[in-house]
């Protein structure tokens, strides 16, 4: 058995929706076990987290991209897991991340890039999707990797959208298959 971890932060329901696929995702792959841990409005966590996450094979990390970065409770979390940096409690476990933002680009790369130095600063091995981008005339939003994330799963929701209109499906599958990939390698290594 491996088990997954998915820490996340959603400000308006965009990117818990991102979050719920990761989750399905890696929950597809035989023998993973998969916990999702939401970041409240305070930017805390439900008791107990940092105990599974130092149990966890994988954790993958997400927050919406406010202001070209991670939110304010994202950080929060990871300010508060210096504690298990400091015994490096999370070393080679598998890493990856996602975001969410109203525009195409939006600065989500910057998110991405912290999500990352926070695994490389727990000793983590980082994961990307693995995916080619949807990149000819032909794609669109509903085509997988429409965003052209290589380091993490991108995702755009305009900002009139409900979380019941966006993320499109492109984003959700491919926020699915990023998250198969964690568990999938997960299990390889277990």
Known sequence: MTHIAI????????????A????????????????MYRIDAEGNLPDGTFDALAKADAIIYGSPTYMGGPAWQFKKFADAS??????QAWKNKLAA????????NGDKGSTINYLFTLSQQHSQI???????P???????????NWTAGFAGALSISPSDASPDEA??????ETARQLGRRVAELAGRLA
């Open 82 to 87: 210096s504690k298990p940096w400091f015994v």
């Open 20 to 35: 719920e696929a990761v989750y399905e995702g890696a929950a597809a792959v035989a023998g993973a076990t998969v916990a």
């Open 167 to 172: 993320p499109r499906s492109g984003d959700l």
């Open 7 to 18: 820490v996340y932060f959603s400000g308006y329901g965009h990117t818990a929706k991102q």
């Open 126 to 132: 980082w994961v990307g999707t693995g995916l080619m």
């Open 134 to 144: 949807a990149n000819t005339k032909a794609h669109g939003p509903a085509d997988v």
């Open 97 to 104: 991340g996602f975001t969410n933002s109203a525009s195409v």
